[in-house]
Nanobody
Framework: QVQLVESGGGLVQAGGSLRLSCTASGRTTRNYATGWFRQAPGKEREFVAAISWSGDSTVFADSVKGRFTISRASAGNAVYLQMNSLKPEDSAVYYC??????????????????WGQGTQVTVSS
């Protein structure tokens, strides 16, 4: 069984930055494609970014392109979401998700088997 844990959320002013981390326990997820999703109150969960297991392929939602980056730790199984130029509309609970069967990073939440509990990101105007 894989447990994913997100960290790094918090309160930041518009224009600021945060780095979210996703770490796994129970089994290594180094070979798992990993994605980040977010859900704001009253809204559907939406895709943010994803990275292949090798780290050489990434995909982003249009709303975060040019502001967010996703990367893998060089050692261990952490995946990071660097969020720059944050906007109030980026406020949400951010979830990481991982799956061992994905070859390429996916925007589809249904393709990920393992999910974390989420970390709150609040961007004040």
């Amino acid at each position: 069984q894989v447990q994913l844990v997100e960290s790094g959320g918090g309160l930041v002013q518009a224009g600021g930055s945060l780095r979210l981390s996703c770490t796994a326990s129970g089994r290594t997820t180094r070979n798992y494609a990993t994605g980040w999703f977010r859900q704001a109150p009253g809204k559907e969960r939406e895709f943010v970014a994803a990275i292949s297991w090798s780290g050489d392929s990434t995909v982003f939602a249009d709303s975060v392109k040019g502001r967010f980056t996703i990367s893998r730790a060089s050692a261990g199984n952490a995946v990071y979401l660097q969020m720059n130029s944050l906007k109030p509309e980026d406020s949400a609970v951010y979830y990481c998700a991982a799956d061992p069967s994905l070859v390429a990073p996916s925007k589809e939440s249904g393709e990920y088997d393992y999910w974390g509990q989420g970390t709150q990101v609040t961007v004040s105007s």
